[in-house]
């Protein structure tokens, strides 16, 4: 695996992206969620080297002790830079996979319109607004209590901040920050989305983990309908991230989809 820092001259500004890289065979962009790039990462390890893949994995600004500018603050922004990835990285066929926020971030990038994307992959995503579904606020729970909330297994996953060393800690609270700030006003969600999503024009995998309890199944199942040609897969014994939990029946499911579709 190489880590290499990417320059993108986005219309707002200069955009320097930490991304990871591995692997070969078809092109996987893998977008982490709101705990950062380590909720991937061996996920991304597992894919590149049980399956003929080649895994991106950027870090979103402001992750992982990454600068973010004063001016990317948003959702649709950071699917913009990663279209602009892509496209200096020179990738096609690409498979768009994210978890929570970076599914969020997935289903705006399918909505820039890039046609180096063949289709994307969202699991227990983040992003829209399902009435009677409402989406845990995170921000206000304890790490505990997130974790009830997240695993289907929380003694077996959970982790618990005050053992971690000091470094790891700044680098939670640094992720906590630059989620804040991409969740927007309302609270992880963008009220025009779930609209606009009949606008994609590439096939969409929505998978979920059954026991999550951050966004429940039938938002997920929402979120599929929103799209024009979706499917929806449910995961036994799962829960918010599905790639630590459950991740090989997670890497069938999504590769089974991107062969059906190549």
Same mark, same amino acid.
């Given at each position: 695996?190489?880590?290499?820092?990417?320059?993108?001259?986005?219309?707002?500004?200069?955009?320097?992206?930490?991304?990871?890289?591995?692997?070969?065979?078809?092109?996987?962009?893998?977008?982490?969620?709101?705990?950062?790039?380590?909720?991937?990462?061996?996920?991304?390890?597992?894919?590149?080297?049980?399956?003929?893949?080649?895994?991106?994995?950027?870090?979103?600004?402001?992750?992982?002790?990454?600068?973010?500018?004063?001016?990317?603050?948003?959702?649709?922004?950071?699917?913009?830079?990663?279209?602009?990835?892509?496209?200096?990285?020179?990738?096609?066929?690409?498979?768009?996979?994210?978890?929570?926020?970076?599914?969020?971030?997935?289903?705006?990038?399918?909505?820039?319109?890039?046609?180096?994307?063949?289709?994307?992959?969202?699991?227990?995503?983040?992003?829209? #607004?399902?009435?009677? #579904?409402?989406?845990?606020?995170?921000?206000?729970?304890?790490?505990?209590?997130?974790?009830?909330?997240?695993?289907?297994?929380?003694?077996?996953?959970?982790?618990?901040?005050?053992?971690?060393?000091?470094?790891?800690?700044?680098?939670?609270?640094?992720?906590?920050?630059?989620?804040?700030?991409?969740?927007?006003?309302?609270?992880?969600?963008?009220?025009?989305?779930?609209?606009?999503?009949?606008?994609?024009?590439?096939?969409?995998?929505?998978?979920?983990?059954?026991?999550?309890?951050?966004?429940?199944?039938?938002?997920?199942?929402?979120?599929?309908?929103?799209?024009?040609?979706?499917?929806?897969?449910?995961?036994?014994?799962?829960?918010?991230?599905?790639?630590?939990?459950?991740?090989?029946?997670?890497?069938?499911?999504?590769?089974?989809?991107?062969?059906?579709?190549?």
């Amino acid at each position: 695996m190489t880590s290499t820092v990417h320059t993108l001259a986005h219309p707002a500004g200069t955009l320097d992206l930490t991304v990871d890289d591995q692997g070969e065979g078809r092109t996987y962009l893998l977008l982490h969620g709101g705990g950062g790039p380590q909720t991937v990462a061996p996920f991304a390890r597992l894919l590149a080297e049980q399956r003929d893949a080649r895994v991106v994995t950027p870090v979103h600004p402001g992750f992982g002790a990454t600068h973010r500018p004063g001016w990317l603050t948003d959702v649709t922004t950071l699917a913009e830079s990663y279209a602009l990835l892509l496209d200096e990285l020179d990738l096609t066929g690409v498979i768009v996979v994210g978890n929570s926020i970076g599914g969020w971030i997935a289903a705006e990038l399918a909505l820039v319109g890039s046609d180096r994307i063949s289709a994307v992959v969202l699991v227990n995503a983040a992003g829209i #607004h399902v009435p009677g #579904h409402p989406i845990a606020d995170t921000f206000s729970l304890t790490p505990a209590e997130l974790s009830k909330l997240a695993f289907h297994d929380p003694a077996a996953f959970a982790v618990d901040p005050a053992t971690l060393p000091e470094a790891a800690r700044t680098a939670m609270a640094a992720n906590r920050s630059a989620l804040e700030v991409y969740s927007g006003p309302h609270a992880m969600a963008d009220p025009g989305l779930r609209g606009r999503l009949a606008g994609v024009a590439v096939p969409a995998l929505v998978v979920w983990g059954a026991s999550d309890q951050v966004v429940d199944a039938d938002y997920g199942r929402a979120y599929a309908a929103a799209f024009p040609d979706a499917e929806f897969r449910l995961l036994p014994e799962s829960g918010h991230m599905p790639q630590i939990e459950t991740p090989i029946p997670l890497l069938s499911v999504v590769v089974d989809f991107a062969e059906d579709r190549r």
